[in-house]
T-cell receptor, first 113, second 113 residues
Framework: QKEVEQDPGPLSVPEGAIVSLNCTYSNSAFQYFMWYRQYSRKGPELLMYTYSSGNKEDGRFTAQVDKSSKYISLFIRDSQPSDSATYLCAMSLTSGGSYIPTFGRGTSLIVHP | DVKVTQSSRYLVKRTGEKVFLECVQDMDHENMFWYRQDPGLGLRLIYFSYDVKMKEKGDIPEGYSVSREKKERFSLILESASTNQTSMYLC????????????FGSGTRLTVV
């Protein structure tokens, strides 16, 4: 079993839909959770960053962490064609020093007009 | 705007050639990383460095070497390129203070023929 599991998709939704992207993990020591967005032929860019459990909202994006279930989610409201990309979850034990995040394989999202 | 810059977006090299991929960051980050990204396999860590002239093997170092002579520059070297090294190569850097500092470059798409 991989440390971080993420469904590769593709997930295809109509414009305006609410999108839910998810990751599960096995290491209960993870404390920091991140979502990266990667457009085709580009590098990943940090989208959301949360510490421990709870929700964090930024515009149309909400990141949710449930440490008891070892499950994290990214919700996108009012999805747009420009949201079409691959979304990678990442998590780490620490923030700082020599930390290296553990990445999921990414979920491909397609938002069609 | 902080940046990780990879010298080439696309490269085509012949089997057996020695290939240099360059990465420069302007954020004064201590840590630098090289990944390759392949469909279905996600990001795989090749080498990383926590300081000038220091290097550590990642998960798939075979066939690669690295050089870090200056803090801002981290080079990936393919000693004798092979077709199975055709991939997307991503450089990243981060600060020891952590947080949201883990930043990727735009990637180099390398094709070995």
């Amino acid at each position: 079993q991989k440390e971080v599991e993420q469904d590769p998709g593709p997930l295809s939704v109509p414009e305006g839909a609410i999108v839910s992207l998810n990751c599960t993990y096995s290491n209960s020591a993870f404390q920091y959770f991140m979502w990266y967005r990667q457009y085709s032929r580009k590098g990943p860019e940090l989208l959301m960053y949360t510490y421990s459990s709870g929700n964090k909202e930024d515009g149309r994006f909400t990141a949710q962490v449930d440490k008891s279930s070892k499950y994290i989610s990214l919700f996108i409201r009012d999805s747009q064609p420009s949201d079409s990309a691959t979304y990678l979850c990442a998590m780490s034990l620490t923030s700082g020093g020599s930390y290296i995040p553990t990445f999921g394989r990414g979920t491909s999202l397609i938002v069609h007009p | 705007d902080v940046k990780v810059t990879q010298s080439s977006r696309y490269l085509v090299k012949r089997t057996g050639e020695k290939v240099f991929l360059e990465c420069v960051q302007d954020m004064d980050h201590e840590n630098m990383f090289w990944y390759r990204q392949d469909p279905g396999l996600g990001l795989r860590l090749i080498y990383f460095s926590y300081d000038v002239k220091m290097k550590e093997k990642g998960d798939i170092p075979e066939g690669y070497s690295v050089s870090r002579e200056k803090k801002e520059r981290f080079s990936l070297i393919l000693e004798s390129a092979s077709t199975n090294q055709t991939s997307m190569y991503l450089c990243a850097s981060s600060s020891r203070t952590g947080g949201t500092s883990y930043t990727f470059g735009s990637g180099t798409r390398l094709t070995v023929v």
